[in-house]
Structures are given as C-alpha cells and as structure tokens.
C-alpha cells in the first residue's frame, strides 16, 4: 500500500468542493487544495484577513506585501475578487456564508469535535489565529491531515485529548489512508487507499470504524 | 459557473410561503428595491413578517404591501409619514403588529444577524420606555440594553452596480441596510441598475461581497398604475 | 420683549459650535442650524442614514433621491465626504464620535432628561427613529425648542411627564427665551432675551432657574 | 479648520504616560504603521498595554518594542513566528502578560469598542479550554461566549491615501484590523503613502471616515540600523 501524499490529499478533497462554493483553505497543508480545484468548478477562496478571489502565488516579480493570506504568504486575486476589513472578514465566516473550511488537524474524534491548534492546554504560547472562528462559522468543516503522526501515534481518536479548535464541527475527514464521513457520531469509511484492509485501517484508529456499503478506492489524485 | 443573474423573478421567490420573514432594504426611497416590492406583492405571500427601517408612502412601493393587507407585522423604527393613517388604521384594528425600536438597535441588530453574532448590548434607549421588560446590565457604571440580532427567510436589495459573483456598489445614500440585509437574509435578492462584467468594480470599492447575494436582476420600472393590480385580483 | 424666531434660536446654538466639531443636526427644528453656521469654522454635518459632510439644499435641478438627509430632504455633498451604511453610521453615534448632536425637545428636566418622540406611553404608531441612538451616544446634546408650547403649556420642567429619549443626556437648552446649561441636576441660565424679567421667566419654566454670574443678552442673530 | 495633518510625531504622542493601551493595526506586515511603531519605542513609553493581532517577527517593528522590554501586557491571537523565542522568554520569566483569543473574536472586540456595543455573544470558543470561566449563555439552542468591548489610548494605523479631514483608504489587505482600531482608539494616529487634496477621495469608497482620525503623517521610511538606537539609550 502506498499512502497519499499531502498533494494527494488535498487533490482529493478538491473533487468534493462543489461549483460556487466560497471556501476557506486553513493555513499549512489545507493551502495545497487551491492546486486542485477541479476543472469547470468556479470556487472563491477566502482568507480571513479580508479576501474573497483569492488567486495563486504570484511570479517572484510581482509580489506585493500588502496582497498576502492568512498564512502570510503571497497571492493574487481573481476577477471579481472583493477586500473588507477583519471585522466583515469574521462577520462572514461567523455570520455562515462559507459553504466550506478546510482545515488541518491534531485529532479528529467521532463526535466531530477537532484539536488543530495546541498540544496542552498550559501551552504559554497558545497560538489560536482564525481557527476557531472557522470551525464555529463554516456551514461545513473538513478536515485534512495524515491518518497517524510520525511515530504512528493516532489522531483519528476515540476522544481528543489536546484542547478543542471546535466541538462537533467536523462534517469529513480526509487522511492519507481514507476518506471518513463524521456524523451522528461516528466514523464512517467512504474512501481507501488500495493494498490497505479494514482491520488494518481500523489498528491505525483509535474510535471505532464503520463503513460504508460502497467503499472507493482512494486514488493518488495529484499525480502528473 | 458562480453566477446569481436571474431573469425570473418568480423563480427567486419560489418556495417561500406565507409568513415569511422578509427584510427590505431602502431610507425613504433611497436605495428602496421597488422592482422586488412588486415582484413579492405579485407573489401573492401574506401575512408577512416585514422588516424595514420606514413604512412607505402613497399607493406604490412598500405602501402596496399594507394597502393589500399583506403585513402581518411590521418590524421598523419610524411608522409615520404620508401613510399613517393607513397603518394607525391596521394597527388599532389588530390587523398588523408593529414592533418599533430606535434606528441604530434595528441596524445593529441586522448587522448582527449576518455577522452570526446573537445578541449584544447596547447603550440606546436605556431607562426609557422601549427598554421596558428587557434585560440589562451594566458596563462601565452605564446601564446597556441586550438585544438580539434579526434574520430573515428573504432580503430585498437595491444596489447601483452588480456583477454576476453579487458584488455590489451602492450610490449616495442609498447603501443604508442593504448590505446589512444582505448578509442577515438567507436568500439576498437584489436589483441593480447595472450588471458589470467581472472585474468592474474595483475589489477596494465592493460595497457588499459577493458571499451575501443570492439572486441578482436588472432593474425595470414599474409603472405607477400597476401597483393597483393586486385590487384586481383582491 | 421679543421672543426669538425658529431661525433665532438656531442662530444662537449655532454660536456654541466649535471649529473643527462633527454634527448631527436632528430632523426638524435642528436642521436650521446649518443655515447659521459661523464663518470661519470648519463643521462636518453627520445623517445617521450614512454620511458625513453633508451639504445644504441642492438646486431644484440637481435634486438626486440618493441624496437625502434623515429627515428625508434633498442634500449636497461638501468635498472631503465620506458615505457609509447604517451600522457604520450608527457606530460613529453610538461609539461616541460625534462631538455634538442638536435635538428637537417637547420637554427637558434638570437632571438632563430629554422627551421628544411621543407625548403619550401607549402611542398607537410610537415613532423613535434615531433620537435614541443620538441621545445615548453622542459626546454632547443640545436641544432647541420653544421655551413653552402654543397654550403656554411648560415644556422646561422638573421631571419629564411624556416618554423618555434619552436620561440625563441634555447638556445645553436653547429656547425662544434662554439659554439654559443643564448640568448637576440643576438648570442654570446663561442668555435671556432683552425686555424678560427672571421672575418671568421662571413663570414659564416649571423648575427652579439659576442664574449665571453674568447673563448674556440674548440677541436675534439670524437678522439679515 | 478641520485639518488632521501633523508634522511633529512627538506632539502626536505627548501626554501619553507608561502603561497606555496601544493598538497596533496590520497583519504581518500589510497595512503595519512601521514608522508610528519607531515613534511609540522613541518615546521611551514603556509597560504598554499592546493589542495587535501578530507579535512581529526580527528586529523590526513591532519586535523591537519586545526586544525593547516596553510590553507589559500583549492582546493577540497568534504570538507565534520568528519572534516566538523572545516571546516565550518575556512570557517565562514572568516579565510579560499574554492574552491570546481567537482572531475574529479580537476584530469584533475592537469593532464594537469602536462602535459603543460595551459586549456582545460569540459562538466562536464556546466549548473549547478559551471559553474555560468565561460566562455563556445559549441562543437557539447554542452555546455562546460573552466577550467584551477593546478600546484603546492609541491606536496606530497604516493607510494608502488620507485627506486632510482624516478620511482614509487601506491597499488590497492592508486594511484589515486599520479600520476598527481607527474607531476604537480615543487617539487615532495615522501614517499615509499619500495625503491627498480634499475631493479626491470617492465620498462612496471612503474606507474610514474622518471622524475617527486625530492625527494623519506622510509615510517615512524607518531604516533598519535606527530600529537599534533603543540599546543606546537602555
């Protein structure tokens, strides 16, 4: 079995962000989904320091430090892009009008609750940024990230034990093992990657796994 | 294809039944969606739960909608003008119910409706007679009032320019509510002067994102006479 | 003695503007003001329904109905405006900003209680507008009335009989007769007009009067 | 005359004593007052009571009044970045306060203390370790955080262009905390890449009015060496 990359997650994702969507891309690997957007789909990227038509990185030449996302990173903006001010920037996420947040994660658990943004609750820098604001506004949250950390530890939980960005907010989970759809709940299994099996999944899971009657096979979307 | 152009206005009201939550945008008749006012009294929904700022005047525009008894209440600040006989009459008949409040708490309230913020205190009308019954607090050694925000099923919207996203300019004075009642309704329509192309409108100046609009129509005038079409059909 | 004209009484409060003030004149009797605004001084007027930098009335052929006041009147613009929306507009209000703001009066008390939007409690069609908003949230409040109504009737009082717009909001009243300063519970004189004994004047007032060390004459300056 | 337009920095800064509320607009580095922050470290005020959304990254800027140890207390949502080790240090050993809150909650703080709102309910944290002794209260069958209104001696703004009144526009997403902090400061002072005639901004794409500005300078590049004069004098 061979795991997906980040780009293959993310170009995953893409494929279930609907056409006329406005959609905020989390800050690290929720980023690379801009590079994925399906063909034909018109999709406006939010960033919530006060953008609606976010555009791609822009050549070395045209960099302008005052058009950056939330991530600080350059951008451009798309015909028929606005600019407002932080205040209506949050009033829009809070206010529901984002059909969709991607989001990265620490741990995802089975009640939809998400941890993205510490690792201990006496964390002296807790670094909270827009998250949060997301994760309660967004009319739907998907969640990106590999399936277990580095050493194999998990992050698909039964209970998330690092402080909450949101309680109940997850909608989708999109790991590079799996697409999992959190409702009522429970996980339930939609995608897997090829070579892997249910139980084998399910060791890499700390909350117990159901699955759907069809479970597709999860391609490497990104590939050239 | 992210495009809110729409050429039937049946179609933008479609599903909506009676008592609908409506909000209406407009400050007098600036910035007053008059096509739309039409379109809703054409669509026959009564007992409307209406929001807007000013009652309307005459026979045409908002004033239509009373005249035809198709306002169950009327959420405002100011009832009076060239129709307060006709609103005294439906209100002390127990026809209409009117909630009035001070301007900037109306507005405020929208606002908030939209921003997803639920309730908020205010400073306004504390220790007077519109703050009877309501909760207080006090902040600072002041007394506030809490209030909370107002949404609605449909907001009706004037802008000058659109383009197919729903970004909108608005002229003069005629902004007022409309970009608060843009953001509070759940189905935002609007009428514009003009529809520009994408790119238009500079995105510095864009007075009401894109994200707030539902549906968008050019404006058409609406001749005087055929705001006395629903007496035909009455 | 010669009480003084609608225009009389604006001319006078237009004195105690300052250089440099934003200023929201309310609907009626207050929009005179702007007639009488003294050379030399730099005043921005303030419509709650969205701007600052309002001009006087157009010429009949450049009325525009995008361009009208609170009162619903046709304006012009001064160069340096500036247009917003409501909830802008009654955040410059309420936040405090504007350094003053002129209201109509159908009764002041000394401890500063304004009433002028109903003359009953259970008014069928009560119709508040933004005095409220003004009363509450503007740094001063200046009212301008007739000291007494048609039938003499007293409307400087000693408690405010009709409902309030805002309590202890009232910092100077002008009147056909006086200037009062409202302050620390008490009201006390400062202008009277030529030809008016204090005794008099007291009889029209139903609160005890205090009077300034020195009591200015209390001229028409609206004479052309 | 209303004419907001200053030459003397000191005078923009004088009366104001250690351990002031100082509002710093931008983010990252668009729309940052650079040259208003090198004005605030050479006035020597020192335990400020900063709220900025960012903490500022290197030598520069912001950092500098870190570096400089003139932060008492710092109101942000994110403290992280290429300063975070300076950080952690002040935090550690107890010489500097931190308060960090989610990013749309510290806007609509600033905009309401701006807009004479003393509080209102999000429900952004509810839930979560942040809204741990916080009062909350639910609406519609959600739970919500009571937060209260930001306000400010000073806040310090960055714009594009600014007349004479104070009217002011911001460049692409340098706008984003300017407008708010423009309102909730008693004492607003701005920096422009331009002053410009009376006029020449459009009345409709005024992006902060006048009203909330006190004092307006031309933009002067900070150069990098002078952001180290503070270790002279410390």
Known sequence: MTPLTRDGIAARLAQDIEDGWHVNLGI???????????????????????????GPYPEEKDIDWTLINAGKKPITTV????????????????????????????????????????????????????????????????????????????????????????????????????VIDVADGQFTVTDMIAGLSRDELQARTGAPLRFADKVATLGNLAAA | ??????????????????????????????????????????????????????????????????????????????????????????????????????????AERIRAGGCGIPAFYTPTSFGTLVAEGKETREFDGRGHVLETALKAEIGLVKAHKADRFGNLTFENLARNFNPLIAAAATRTIVEADEIVELGDIDPHNVHSPGVFTNYVFTTQPVSEESWQDWRKSA
């Not at chain 1, 801009?34 to 609606?52: D, T």
């Not at chain 1, 909270?128 to 530890?153: E, F």
């Open chain 1, 28 to 54: 690290g690997m929720p980023e690379l989904v801009a590079n994925y957007l399906p063909e034909g789909r018109e999709i406006l990227l939010h960033s919530e320091n006060g953008i609606l038509g976010m």
């Open chain 1, 79 to 178: 015909r028929g892009a606005s600019f407002f001010d932080h205040a209506w920037s949050f009033g829009i996420v809070r206010g529901g009008h984002l059909e969709l947040c991607v989001l990265g994660g620490y741990q995802v658990a089975p009640n939809g609750d998400l941890a993205n943004w510490a690792r201990r609750a006496d964390d002296p820098l807790p670094s909270i940024g827009g998250a949060m604001d997301l994760a309660a506004g967004a009319q739907r949250i998907y969640v990106m990230m590999t399936h277990t950390d580095k050493n194999g530890g998990l992050k698909v939980v039964d209970k998330c034990s690092y402080p909450l960005t949101g309680a109940g907010v997850v909608r989708r989970l999109f790991t590079d093992l799996c």
């Open chain 2, 1 to 106: 294809m992210l495009d809110r152009r729409c050429n039937d206005l049946a179609e933008a009201f479609a599903g909506i039944g009676d008592g609908a939550r409506v909000m209406v945008a407009g400050f007098g008749e600036a910035g007053r969606p008059n096509m739309l006012i039409k379109a809703l009294l054409d669509s026959g929904i009564k007992d409307l739960d209406l929001i807007s700022n000013n009652a309307g005047d005459g026979e045409t525009g908002l004033a239509a909608l009373f005249r035809a008894g198709r306002v169950r209440k009327l959420t405002c600040s100011f009832p009076r003008g060239a129709m307060q006989d006709v609103m005294l009459d439906l209100v002390t008949r127990g026809e209409m119910e009117l909630e009035v409040m001070p301007q900037g708490t109306l």
